[in-house]
């Protein structure tokens, strides 16, 4: 069974910085690129940033660049992101993705995690 844990959101000043982490289990890590998305009150889930199985490859949301940084640990099947410079506007759920295919993890991966709140105070 394939598990996607989240950890790391909280309560923030704007202009601070949050790492969020994502535990992974249930399936071969590096065969599967890695992407965070997030969801904010009322409005759709969106894309934030995905990684590709080697690290090789980032691709971020235009809100995002510059401010956020994805990784990963292939050993410890994590995949991390760090949000700096955070706006109230970042306020969401964030959720880990995960995904084989790199034209699907930034639009419909198969695998999804519970979430993470992040809450940015201005």
């Known amino acids: 069974q394939v598990q996607l844990v989240e950890s790391g959101g909280g309560l923030v000043q704007a202009g601070g910085s949050l790492r969020l982490s994502c535990a992974a289990s249930g399936l071969t890590f590096i065969n599967y690129h890695m992407g965070w998305f997030r969801q904010a009150p009322g409005k759709e889930r969106e894309f934030v940033g995905a990684i590709s199985r080697s690290s090789v490859s980032t691709n971020y949301a235009d809100s995002v660049k510059g401010r956020f940084t994805i990784s990963r640990d292939n050993a410890k099947k994590t995949v991390y992101l760090q949000m700096n410079s955070l706006k109230p506007e970042d306020t969401a759920v964030y959720y880990c993705?995960?995904?084989?295919?790199?034209?699907?993890?930034?639009?419909?991966?198969?695998?999804w995690g519970q979430g993470t709140q992040v809450t940015v105070s201005s």
């Open positions: 993705a995960a995904d084989p295919a790199w034209l699907v993890i930034s639009t419909t991966p198969k695998y």
